[in-house]
């Protein structure tokens, strides 16, 4: 890997200083061996994009670039596809499907005879037949599996030859398109039913459209896991099934109600869902277009003995859970701590997601999790168990202990998204996490009085070991604060590195365009227009600038995000909210925030604590030492003290990219041109040297009231260099988010959780620094120890933890001690009365001895 060096003065604006420069070679500028690699490389690309496409065809070649035509994404707009690309290497609509099936794909690009044959491969595995309409459209039946993520299949058109493949999205089934969802309406009925005063009707609606029949079959399957009968990563595995029908040849009128009754030979069966087929279909049958319920605690079907006492059955299976818990081994130490405050698990985006059963976002409606008004989930489950760790907060932004309140954050000893490779227990994305602790919940809390049994396993974890992650920011034109807060100014045009990290593996990329303002003049300045990151064997992900969105690609394959916000993909997560905002995750809890504002996008990388000392580039090395930040790839630190503008810039400038390196995708003729064949630092292009306000400009009296607080330099800078309010207004507003982002990212000092004395009460639940906690005893006890503790600065609590003794044992205990004290002043006046006898009789015998002696 090389990096070209290109020198060029430029107007920088630096803040810090820069001391103890270390030498640290990382790559080398003389690697002949490496040049020549580039040479070849680059002189193949060009013999490539010569090359005329021919007849080559992309049977069971998609994704490959071939002699002569290309059968990668990028050639539809490089316009040098293989013949028969887009029927070979199809799209499908819709692109998503819950993970459970039954959703129709029709496959773009591709037309066949109504008589035609379709066979339908997915994942080399499961065969089904494909369906073709009227019209000749084919469709595939996505099937049901125990896995999310892109899932690729293949398809047959002769019975024989499966030489066409494509992919679509399986997903979460709590993140499939509600539109194809069955509604069980009133879930609390339906999760209680057999409980004290649940009973009735159970009912449940459906959007009749969009299963073509007149009459339909209304069917439950279960869920569970059972012990393997063959070899597998895990002894057991899981086993979704049709178990019985509710109705058969039910009319299709969109909704459908009935009165569950007990079945006692499906009660091994708890968890489940309801499936909606076109009558037509036989009982269970398998790849069929179909509708499915959420999954539930099918309490509606469970035994008699339920029924009949509801408490008594869940407690003893809240005690058999209780001894099953006790055998299995311990997932709690490995789970990452939670946030401290509400503005910590929202900031640390690369490690935290909000957890959507109580967002406050969408009006902390947290059943589950009473007087709470947020929770959020660890995106990555633990390696060894594949557990997740979940935080909820209250209304001041206080981290909740189940210590305190059954409401408190609860972790999971199976997260609830599922984590890779998945499909084995306890890995299987929500199915696992509802059998290991939602069903358990329900048993000892919800249906019986145990409630501690099941907190005793799902302790809150609290936050004293957690650490917040540091941030950096490329904002504006072009202004960069490092992790370790240094600013400064860089205006280079080309590709460049904003992090590498040889140890873990990390790689982010940032390509910089020159300004244009919405009049089309140029301006000499820069911005960012893309990043590229990847993260040891993940995806290569990049997100570009496209008109007034965000586009995002997949290994060089445009991302849709019309049907999905978050995808699950290789070692990576992408999550877009919406068309102006993207974050990127990986598996090591660092992420990578896009955001786009007037046309300008704002790049916010965030590492955490693991990533000390072992990051460099354009956002420095990150070790809370701004000096060092400006290190060079051959290990030489600048210092701001003394640093000249052209050496500040040589600096960005030999960040540039090698060719040979590069994670971006070049698949317009405009890219090729500006970036793929000139070097990857534009050493033609010359920022503007200095800027220059006359005081009788108009824009100078409204930059000025605009510009102001932290963050005014930029704002002014960039108003002056684009002659623009609205770019300096957005280098403005980026420069505040990031502030308010390393506002709620600040550390905090917990003293860990305090218990309320028994048989008394504590007057509050922060235990933050600062924080003082009073105890009281309840009437008929007397305190001990400390009445109030507060929490250090070293993390800390002052005094002693009290306990209550009630007014009877004081009694006793003052009682038996005036018992104790008399008897000690019994023995001692006998002991005393004794030694003074024996002295007298010692007296005495020697008188008589002397006596004698006379």
Known sequence: MTFETICISETVSVKGRFTQPQVLTVFSNQNMRTHVKEFLFFWRILIFLSSKTSGLTCSSKCGSTLEECSCQATCLSLTNCCTDYNQTCFQVSPYSSSMLGGRALRILGLTLPSDGSLLCRFKGETEQQGIVDEEGHPYCISPLLYETGWISFDVSTDGANFDRSGEYLSVHPNKADPSYQVTLVNSTLWQNYGTPNMAGQLSMTWNSSLVESENVNVELWGYREVNRNTAGPSPLQAEI???????????????????????????????????????????????????????????????????????????????????????????????????????????????????????????????????????????????????????????????????????????????????????????????????????????????????????????????????????????????????????????????????FSADRELRVQARTEQLKLKNGTLVQATQLSSLAMKENSSDVIEVRTADDHLQVLRNKKIMPFTEQRWMDLQGVFVFAPCPQKVTVIFSSGAAVELRLHEGSMVATVLLPAEFSNHTLGLLGRMNSDPTDDLMTQSGKVISSANATLGEIFTFGARWNISKMSSLFTYDSQYLLDSYFFPSSHDSAFVPAYSLHAKPDDPLVADMLSMCLGEGAQFCIHDTLISQSLAVGNATLRAHQHHQALMEALQPVVSCGWLPTPRNGRKNGTHYLQGKTLGFTCNEGYILYKSTERTCLEEGMWTGEQPYCISDDKVGFILGAFGSLSALVAMGLTLKLHNRKQARERKVESLEMVTQAQI
Request: aromatic share 12%; net charge negative; glycine share 8%.
């Open 241 to 499: 099934r049709y178990l019985y029908s509710l109705g058969r040849n039910v009319p299709n009128t969109g909704d459908f109600s009935f009165i569950p009754e007990p079945r006692e030979e499906f009660s091994v069966w708890e968890l489940g869902n309801i499936r909606i087929t076109a009558s037509s279909k036989s009982e269970g049958e398998r790849y069929v277009q179909a509708l499915w319920s959420e999954g539930h605690v099918l309490a509606w079907h469970l035994e008699p003995s339920f029924r009949e006492d509801s408490s008594g059955w869940a407690e003893k299976k809240c005690r058999q859970w209780d001894d099953l818990e006790k055998k299995l081994p311990n997932f709690l130490d490995e789970l990452i701590q939670c946030p401290c405050t509400l503005a910590q698990a929202r900031a640390d985006t690369g490690r935290f997601h909000t957890d959507y059963s109580c967002n406050i976002e969408t009006g902390s409606v947290c059943t589950n999790h009473p007087g709470r008004v947020h929770c959020v989930r660890a995106i990555q489950a633990s390696s060894s168990h594949g557990s997740g760790q979940q935080c909820c907060y209250d209304h001041t932004g206080a981290l909740i202990l189940t210590g305190d309140s059954v409401g408190g954050s609860t972790p999971d000893r199976a997260h609830n998204w599922g984590s890779s490779p998945y499909r084995e227990p306890p890995r299987v994305p929500g199915y696992s996490h509802w059998l290991y602790d939602v069903k358990s919940f329900c048993y000892c809390c919800l249906w019986s009085d145990l409630c501690h049994i099941y907190l005793n396993h799902r302790p809150s974890s609290g936050c004293c070991r957690y650490q917040p992650p540091r941030a950096g920011v490329v904002f504006g034109n072009l202004h960069f604060i490092t992790f370790d807060g240094l600013s400064y100014t860089f205006s280079g045009r080309g590709e460049y590195y904003l992090v």
